[in-house]
């Protein structure tokens, strides 16, 4: 498979490393102030990048009809501007908020425990991601995607960065030296408190299920997500 890297930074070099390894070829990479092979020479694009940067990567890509796997996160306004692209141009996108396994298995895990604990008012749940210092964007894309779990079967009403508000889901965002990607869901009462975590221990994860939603898209059409590629079902 012939890969285009819109982003070149610690995920896109994570990305071409375990890509080359598996047989693949990198034909073109782009980072903020520089870029390197043919794009139109790639069979799919994989893009993390910045905030700032991912609606006009994933337009570049779909503009050039090239499947587009995107992993950055904090852009997500902008999601359904990318979609009627996608179908204007009969094109094919993921965006995730994140590609690994784990964390995909976590989402469902995260579902079925906000389901079985809707009924327990007494346990406050709250949500905490810690990433390393470099990130942009808070919470991460990963919070919100589990918030957005807990709150399919919660009476909560939204979330929130940094709430005491009862009626909104807390997430807490910290940030620490060369933390990967920790997220952790707590529901907590008087009694006592269940938690559960999920702790990347490096980014090879994030780039495989990254590399594995790219083989997948590269002979269809549409607009998927992660559940499509890992084949786990919705709740
Ligand atoms: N969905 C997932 O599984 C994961 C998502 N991410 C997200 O991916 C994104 C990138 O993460 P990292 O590689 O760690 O970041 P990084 O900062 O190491 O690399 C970012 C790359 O994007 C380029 N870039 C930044 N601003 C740009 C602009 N305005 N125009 C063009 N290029 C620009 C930089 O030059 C660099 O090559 C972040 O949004 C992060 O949250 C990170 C890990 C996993
Ligand atoms: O910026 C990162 O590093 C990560 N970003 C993603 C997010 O915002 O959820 C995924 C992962 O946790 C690493």
């Known amino acids: 498979?012939?890969?285009?890297?819109?982003?070149?930074?610690?995920?896109?070099?994570?990305?071409?490393?375990?890509?080359?390894e598996k047989g693949h070829s990198v034909v073109f990479k782009?980072?903020?102030?520089?870029?390197e092979g043919n794009f139109e020479d790639a069979e799919v694009a994989i893009e993390f990048s910045s905030p700032e940067a991912a609606v006009k990567n994933i337009s570049k890509a779909l503009e050039a009809r090239i499947p587009v796997v995107s992993g950055t996160t904090g852009w997500l306004e902008k999601y359904d501007e990318m979609v009627k692209l996608?179908?204007?141009r009969?094109?094919?996108?993921?965006?995730?908020?994140?590609?690994?396994?784990?964390?995909?298995?976590?989402?469902?895990?995260?579902?079925?425990?906000?389901?079985?604990?809707?009924?327990?008012?007494?346990?406050?749940?709250?949500?905490?991601e810690i990433h390393h210092l470099e990130k942009k964007d808070a919470p991460s894309g990963t919070a919100i995607t589990i918030a957005e779990g807990i709150l399919k079967h919660s009476n909560k009403k939204n979330?929130?960065?940094?709430?005491?508000?009862?009626?909104?889901?807390?997430?807490i965002a910290k940030r620490e030296e060369d933390v990967k990607g920790t997220h952790l869901?707590?529901?907590?009462?008087?009694?006592?408190?269940?938690?559960?975590?999920?702790?990347?221990?490096?980014?090879?994860?994030?780039?495989?299920g990254a590399i594995l939603a790219a083989e997948w898209l590269k002979d269809?059409?549409?607009?998927?997500?992660?559940?499509?590629?890992?084949?786990?079902?919705e709740f």
């Open 1 to 20: 498979m012939k890969i285009a890297l819109l982003g070149y930074g610690k995920m896109g070099k994570t990305i071409e490393r375990l890509a080359l």
């Open 30 to 35: 782009s980072s903020i102030d520089s870029s």
């Open 86 to 88: 996608c179908e204007k």
């Open 90 to 128: 009969n094109g094919s996108f993921i965006s995730a908020s994140n590609f690994s396994i784990g964390v995909n298995l976590f989402f469902s895990i995260n579902e079925y425990a906000a389901k079985l604990m809707a009924p327990w008012k007494e346990y406050n749940v709250s949500v905490e």
């Open 159 to 171: 979330w929130k960065l940094n709430t005491s508000e009862e009626n909104s889901l807390n997430i």
């Open 185 to 208: 869901v707590s529901y907590d009462s008087e009694i006592d408190t269940i938690s559960f975590v999920h702790e990347a221990h490096s980014r090879e994860g994030f780039a495989k």
């Open 220 to 233: 269809k059409k549409g607009i998927f997500t992660m559940k499509d590629v890992l084949r786990i079902d």
